[in-house]
């Protein structure tokens, strides 16, 4: 019998035609049949030309998997969370995009410290985290000096991964994280303008005039994120009434009562003192940063290292001289703010991770941690999934967010507590704050305690790496 012989020459008969042959018309119904295509049989120079359309659902089924096996997973937002999400994701074998809307991925601040689960995800990302930072111990303290919680990681975690709290600079991570960035995946320059989720992929279009497919769009665009706010409408940030003015010096020689390798948080009745041992190129340096009061609509000091100076006068110890030799371009401000916990992060094919989804104030010491762990999860439950597959794509979205959600809700919670009864409670009432804090052991119960166990059982859930997920 004479084999069917795809004619590639002969006129198709309309758009949706797949293939044309010349051949027997009751064969072609049996080969249609078998691949779920249906026959179209016409006259084309006195002899039958049959042509193979396949049925609608089918057609749809295969350009969503040609599209899911060639259009990689978008990433909007080249901070933290963004990089993490594309290390995460390409350790999990997914073809992966990063899109950045300024000319360089850039951080945003100085100052920076690392929980341990952090850097078990960097770890597994292919970071090199060797000498990142400097290892530190962590006590909170009264104005005397008295300390009032002591931040006890066990010692496993401790000599595991390099220290309990890591004390580095931010610009120090992005070097890292980027390196680790195969050519190709960062897109810089690039600016979201419009996102459609049609069910079986994600349409996107940029301010450049591009538009293309994505089987998932991650939104890691930050507090002000474009994605969030496609997902849920508009969400006003929340001023705290709270800024911080910080720097870093690597003149440290001679400075009387410096701790290092430590963090010591201090407070007085109205204002955070604090600094750490830094790490950068094989040369320990300080970071230090005051934190007080100052209404949301107010002006920023006019000169920030005059202003730090009067505030670091206020505390015992080291402060006053970490800040007189700190130069003033490495001085900076951040004014508080947050986002109130969002319920769901996740919608169909979309979602979002770090500061688009739990924007912090830094009394949580955990912002840019939990964006890198927000990534770590994204490439767990994303692993071995068809991406194809909107249910499955789904499910593994949901999957993610499910510990995210309240995990990072406590965090930002206890920050924003932690800010009101430091440096919003009445006058009259702050007395009676600092006797509580400095003869019973509620900071110890809450601090000291409460975060070395979330660190534990947070680099449980973790499990063995990307590819070795905890059951969940």
Not at 137 to 147: A, D, K, L, P, Q
Not at 348 to 371: E, F, K, Q, V
Not at 453 to 468: K, N, P, R
Request: net charge negative; hydrophobic share 40%; aromatic share 6%.
């Amino acid at each position: 019998m004479p084999r069917a012989a795809t004619d590639r020459s002969a006129p198709r008969n309309g758009p949706g035609v797949d293939a044309v042959f010349h051949c027997p018309t009751d064969r072609m119904e049996k080969l249609a049949s078998a691949m779920r295509m249906t026959c179209i049989s016409t006259r084309d120079h006195a002899q039958t030309v049959t042509a193979l359309q396949f049925e609608e659902p089918h057609r749809h089924a295969l350009e969503e998997e040609s599209m899911s096996q060639s259009a990689p997973i978008t990433v909007v937002g080249a901070g933290p969370a963004g990089m993490a999400a594309a290390l995460s994701l390409l350790r999990a074998g997914h073809d992966v995009r990063l899109y950045e809307r300024y000319a360089r991925a850039r951080p945003a601040g100085n100052i920076l410290n690392l929980w341990p689960p952090p850097i078990k995800a960097l770890e597994a990302m292919g970071v090199d985290v060797a000498d990142l930072g400097a290892p530190c111990h962590t006590t909170f303290r009264s104005e005397s000096g008295r300390i009032r919680a002591d931040v006890r990681i066990p010692d496993d975690v401790i000599a595991r991964y390099g220290g309990g709290f890591i004390g580095l600079l931010r610009p120090d991570l992005y070097t890292r994280m980027l390196a680790a960035l195969p050519d190709g995946v960062l897109q810089t320059g690039r600016e979201l303008a419009s996102i459609d989720d049609h069910g079986d992929g994600v349409t996107l279009a940029f301010t450049d005039g591009e538009t293309f497919e994505t089987p998932v769009l991650i939104g890691a665009d930050g507090i002000d994120s474009a994605v969030r706010r496609h997902l849920w409408g508009a969400t006003p940030k929340r001023p705290h009434h709270l800024h911080i003015i910080g720097g870093f010096t690597f003149d440290i020689d001679g400075i009387p009562e410096l701790e290092l390798g430590e963090v010591v948080l201090t407070h007085n009745r109205t204002v955070q003192g604090t600094y750490s041992s830094i790490r950068r190129d094989g040369r320990t340096g300080i970071q230090w940063w005051l934190l007080e009061a100052w209404p949301d609509d107010h002006e920023a000091p006019a000169d920030l290292h005059a202003h730090g100076t009067t505030l670091a006068a206020g505390f015992r110890g080291p402060l006053s001289a970490l800040v007189a030799r700190t130069p003033t371009e490495q001085t900076q401000r951040w004014p508080i703010r947050d986002i109130a916990p969002l319920p769901k992060w996740s919608k169909g094919r979309i979602t979002i991770a770090g500061d688009a989804a739990h924007a912090t104030s830094p009394y949580a010491a955990y912002g840019a941690g939990m964006s890198i762990c927000d990534g770590y999860f994204l490439g767990q439950t994303l692993a071995g999934v068809d991406l194809a597959d909107t249910t499955a794509v789904t499910a593994a979205l949901e999957a993610y967010e499910r510990p995210r959600i309240p995990h990072t809700r406590s965090q930002v919670q206890q920050a924003y507590v932690l800010g009101k009864v430091f440096h919003h409670a009445p006058a009259f009432l702050r007395p009676i704050r600092d006797f509580v804090l400095d003869r019973t052991p509620l900071l110890q119960k809450q601090v000291g305690e409460r975060s070395p166990g979330e660190i534990v059982a947070q680099l449980a859930e973790m499990g063995d790496g990307i590819l070795s997920p905890t059951t969940r």
